[in-house]
């Protein structure tokens, strides 16, 4: 079955960094788009940022343009995100995701709690 298994969050000053990884299983991964959304406390889910198969081909919301970059390995069947120049306001679960056959996976998240 779909499994995805996000790690790397944590705590980080405002104008850090941090590096996401999602660990996929259980399908083709180097078959499939993949993608990154967020939930901050009390709000719905932000998508974030996503990459085609091949991982040439990128696309990221507004509010993380320029600061944040998704990238995908596909031998190792792993996704990233790298995110720089955080910002308070980039606190939130951070999960994966990915569709197969119409159904929506996601992986269980991780906290990243910004401080100002």
């Known amino acids: 079955q779909v499994q995805l298994v996000e790690s790397g969050g944590g705590l980080a000053q405002s104008g850090g960094s941090l590096r996401l990884s999602c660990a996929a299983s259980?399908?083709?991964?180097?078959?499939?788009?993949m993608s990154w959304a967020r939930q901050a406390p009390g709000k719905g889910l932000e998508w974030v940022a996503g990459?085609?198969?091949?991982?040439?081909?990128?696309y990221y919301a507004d509010s993380v343009k320029g600061r944040f970059t998704i990238s995908r390995d596909n031998a190792k069947n792993t996704l990233y995100l790298q995110m720089n120049s955080l910002k308070p306001e980039d606190t939130a679960v951070y999960f994966c995701?990915?569709?197969?056959?119409?159904?929506?996976?996601w992986g269980q998240g991780t906290q990243v709690t910004v401080s100002s």
């Open positions: 259980g399908f083709t991964f180097n078959n499939y788009a």
């Open positions: 995701k990915m569709i197969l056959r119409g159904h929506d996976f």
């Open positions: 990459i085609l198969s091949g991982g040439s081909d990128t």
